[in-house]
Nanobody
């Protein structure tokens, strides 16, 4: 299983970025997939979740600003991030797990990408 994130970069506050996660060896339409983020010295935080039933959840910190989607044919997971804030600055990771039950706990995920850096300046 390989997950490869892309789309990170530097943007000013209020701007937008779209992250992509290309997946091989695993179907994005099965189990659960999620986006996480992490800053140095902090735990990895889940920011978006989707399962095989297309149930999507977000934490309050990003609700209304981040939108998760997926392309089952291309086997790609996306994260559209709008109205970005400096506190969104982090390394962003996509992750997958076999279970379709909801979880945004990083310890529940089996497969991880290498991450893509997002930097939001004020």
């Amino acid at each position: 299983v390989q997950l490869v994130e892309s789309g990170g970069g530097s943007v000013q506050a209020g701007g937008s970025l779209r992250l992509s996660c290309e997946v091989s060896g695993y179907s994005v339409s099965s189990g659960s997939m999620a986006w996480f983020r992490q800053t140095p010295g902090k735990e990895r935080e889940g920011v978006a979740y989707i399962n095989s039933y297309d149930k999507i959840r977000y934490p309050d910190s990003v609700k209304g600003r981040f939108t998760l989607s997926k392309d089952n044919d291309k086997n790609i997971l996306y994260l559209q991030m709008d109205t970005l804030k400096p506190e969104d600055t982090a390394m962003y990771y996509c992750a997958a797990r076999r279970s379709e039950y909801y979880s945004l706990s990083s310890s529940d995920y089996h497969y991880w990408g290498q991450g893509t850096q997002v930097t939001v300046s004020s």
